[in-house]
């Protein structure tokens, strides 16, 4: 009987358990964030450059849970699912969320390989700019995922 209860809703455990990865990469990169603004002033130092490819890396990784995974998993509900309100608001939101994308990409492709003093130098700045686009990302998901919350709450009742 599970079996065929778990094929009437295909995406009602998926899509659940992507927003809990979401949400779980996102802590990660938001810890990292602070670990390398709490190493200012930036020096080319091993602890500066090794924390800097940690966070380059957990940012790529979050950054990809979002378009990639859980707004194409709302994508795929069919036209009756219960997740059409939360699929329809990330759509409305999806351009401002891909602005977010790629000003973290442009951080990312700055600081990737040997960083020159000089980009360590600007750090500072590019990680309050980075951190501003993603305060607006985060309440931006946070919208998504409050609206995928109420229908898997709707489904549990």
Do not use: W
Not at 8 to 33: C, G, I, W
């Amino acid at each position: 009987m599970n079996a065929i209860l778990g094929t009437t809703r295909p995406h009602s455990k998926d899509l659940p358990d992507l927003v809990h990865k979401l949400l779980m990469a996102r802590q990660e990169s938001l810890v990292l964030f602070q670990k390398l603004a709490a190493l200012k002033p930036f020096a080319a130092t091993t602890p500066v450059r090794h924390t800097l490819r940690r966070f380059r890396q957990s940012l790529v990784d979050y950054l990809a849970l979002g378009p990639f995974e859980v707004y194409e998993a709302l994508e795929q509900q069919s036209g009756d699912s219960p997740y059409c309100p939360a699929r329809e608001l990330a759509r409305r939101l999806y351009a401002r969320l891909s602005g977010t994308t790629q000003t973290a990409l442009d951080f990312h492709d700055r600081y990737e390989g040997n960083v020159s003093g000089r980009a360590l130098a600007e750090l500072d700045r590019e990680l309050s700019r980075l951190g501003e686009s993603l305060a607006t990302r985060i309440e931006l998901e946070d919208r998504i995922i409050a609206a995928v919350q109420r229908t898997e709450i709707r489904i549990a009742a």
